[in-house]
Nanobody
Framework: VQLQASGGGLVQPGGSLTLSCAIS????????QAWFRQVPGKEREWVAVLSKSDPSKFYKDSVKGRFTMSRDYAKNAVHLQMNNLKPEDTAVYFCATGRFVGLLENVYEYWGQGTQVTVSS
């Protein structure tokens, strides 16, 4: 199983970015997917979660209404559309997947490498 995250970069406050995570080796519907983020000196925190089927979506309160997580079945990937970005969104973003859904990083078995998002003027 491999996850390849991409799409990070430098953006001004109020701008948008779309992160992508290409997943190989497992199917999307059979697993939950999540995005986490981490800033230096702090623990990794969950940002958005998609459950296995349905799927139900969960968003951290601070990103609700601004971030949207979705599945791309054609590419076996998940995306995180981030709008109205704020400086406090600056972090390294990680995608993850696993058999179970949850808000803690130890729930997820497989992780991609991080992609840096910097929101600054």
């Amino acid at each position: 199983v491999q996850l390849q995250a991409s799409g990070g970069g430098l953006v001004q406050p109020g701008g948008s970015l779309t992160l992508s995570c290409a997943i190989s080796g497992i199917t999307l519907d059979g697993h939950a997917q999540a995005w986490f983020r981490q800033v230096p000196g702090k623990e990794r925190e969950w940002v958005a979660v998609l459950s296995k089927s349905d799927p139900s979506k969960f968003y951290k309160d601070s990103v609700k209404g601004r971030f949207t997580m979705s599945r791309d079945y054609a590419k076996n990937a998940v995306h995180l559309q981030m709008n109205n970005l704020k400086p406090e969104d600056t972090a390294v973003y990680f995608c993850a997947t696993g058999r179970f859904v949850g808000l803690l990083e130890n729930v997820y078995e497989y992780w991609g490498q991080g992609t840096q998002v910097t929101v600054s003027s």
